[in-house]
């Protein structure tokens, strides 16, 4: 059986108030990306991408607002 997110980039999220969670991307983040997670907008701050392909990056959002 093939994970339907095989191909997909994993990253290690660290919000700014304090929280982290495992996010999978269908591209590499980049710094200055704005990304939605539920009501809130964030901006991407940092990231350090993954070595390999099973390796996982890490980000790390700061929030622009809430809905």
């Known amino acids: 059986m093939q994970d339907w997110r095989d191909g997909q980039v994993r990253y290690m999220v660290h919000f700014d108030d304090g929280g982290s969670g495992m996010r999978h991307r269908e591209e590499p983040l980049?710094?200055?990306?704005?990304?939605?997670?539920?009501?809130?907008?964030?901006?991407?701050?940092r990231v350090e991408q993954p070595g390999h392909e099973r390796a996982l990056g890490h980000a790390w959002l700061t929030v622009i607002d809430r809905e």
């Open 30 to 45: 980049e710094v200055g990306a704005e990304l939605r997670d539920g009501p809130r907008r964030h901006l991407v701050e």
